[in-house]
């Protein structure tokens, strides 16, 4: 993708000229209050896994799928990537990715890489997922960077435009509906097309889903996974983020991401902690 | 657990007097043809990983997270697990585990490690997972480690007792349901107890869903994602492995382990290659 766009502009990886290290610039436009969003840090450490391989003379350049262990949140401004390349296959490759700041460690992850067909529309073979719709976009509320119930800046809501299903808003005005899902539609908000790479970006872009059940602050990624099924067509992408099981001091939430032409492009999965206020009812189950 | 059971005698780790080194033995016994099943890796990577938090007068002894990456199947025989603590915190810590045969490096995986409350029935605060209900243990049926239409040997069945439920055992027979998912019980053949470690071995000894879908043959793990919800209580456990999507050259499944008290204790992910022959026709999905 062309760098006019700023996504490419700020996921950017410099070869240092030493094998598997590379310079990044965590830019400030990302964050999520202070700290910069996860889906943005593993497009960066992505790129330097695809660029480690291309300077392997490899063509596996696509994330398939990514784990990520969140360590410390980098400040904005310079970092490192060090890649490893830790097995080369015919079909796929996997890489270690490591995003270090002043000699920090701050996110661990390991891809494994490969080569996507060109996106086009087409059927999975066998599909166990249903799509779902959402109303129009322009019926649909634009999260905003600032405002609302937010306790700090959301920056990158001046990243992506996303746009809420008026049904799943409630927990905006404190009123969430208990259901533990948002869906909405997801795109860059300078109009940069979409790809996998991108893709992500956009699975961690959603707030989290129980925002749907519960006002308990801060949520922490333990532990982040996804899988990168297809090059998304183009067009808006529509995301469901969806939490499973409340148990003690965890959840876990599930993100689905539809392309435009109704196929499953991208899934994650993360556990995360929680801390549920005293006393607090739990709503019904959405079943 | 005491070493009276051979899943903890199998799994054992030995220091090795260096710190982050220890050495392990591979055994045949847990085996699914020539390779060791994956969950049994990551089980010897996870006492590996809580060894070293010991070491370093930590509790955080139960898996909470693990994610892997298998890039080459070890030999059983002997083997060493490098540890690398990434991040100790007050109520988690995460630990990267490399299993190692012969200077080459087999198994990554990555650990968030913590400390669970004591096995107990208890609700999910809120939960949107439903648990299933399977046929009484004896009008099950036995998977065996031999016969049937495995091309090869499945020693695992003879350490695990897995009882499938009557109604998604076709497969076996040639005929797949069609529904992707298999369903079933799940204990030590040895009587050992049911604990959080054993859950790493339990989301991955049940044979692919895509079994229940189509006759694909092997189908290599890419990326393994698993959680652990919480020490299961006394008794049987059932498990369900069901295929999402299977799109193109890969397949993602999902698995979920519920424990006698309707508590879902873990779960796990993964995506996997697969080859489906040429012109078979995709079953209905199962809703």
């Not at 830790?86 to 890489?95: D, E």
Request: charged share 25%; glycine share 8%.
């Amino acid at each position: 993708m062309a760098d006019e766009y700023e996504f490419d502009q700020h996921t950017a990886v410099a070869p240092t000229g030493e094998t598997g290290r590379f310079d990044a610039d965590v830019n400030r436009a990302w964050t999520v209050g202070p700290k910069p969003n996860g889906g943005y840090l593993l497009a960066i450490a992505a790129r330097a896994a695809a660029a480690d391989l291309v300077e392997h003379d490899s063509d596996h350049t696509d994330p398939l799928s990514a784990t990520a262990a969140y360590l410390h949140a980098p400040d904005p401004g310079p970092a490192q990537v060090q890649t490893e390349i830790l097995r080369t296959g015919r079909s796929a490759s996997h890489v270690r990715a490591s995003i270090v700041q002043q000699g920090r460690l701050c996110v661990e992850s390991t891809f494994v890489m490969g080569t996507l067909e060109p996106a086009r529309e087409s059927e999975a073979w066998w599909s166990d997922r249903e799509p779902f719709d959402l109303p129009p976009i322009d019926d649909c509320v634009r999260l905003t960077s600032t405002g609302g119930r937010n306790p700090f800046q959301v920056s990158i809501m001046d990243r992506c435009d996303v746009r809420l299903d008026p049904e799943v808003i409630g927990f905006a005005t404190g009123q969430p509906t208990g259901r533990g899902e948002l869906r909405g539609w997801i795109a860059f908000a300078d109009g940069r097309p979409v790809d996998a790479l991108s893709l992500l970006f956009f699975i961690d872009a959603f707030p989290p889903a129980t925002f749907d059940l519960v006002s308990a602050g801060w949520v922490p990624t333990l532990s982040l996974s996804a899988y990168v099924r297809a090059n998304p067509v183009p067009g808006p992408l529509r995301v469901s983020q969806r939490a499973q099981v409340v148990d003690g001091p965890r959840f876990d939430e599930v993100c689905e991401v539809w392309d435009a032409s109704d196929r499953l492009v991208a899934q994650a999965t993360q556990l995360a902690a929680i801390r549920i206020p005293e006393g607090q009812t739990p709503p019904r189950p959405r079943r």
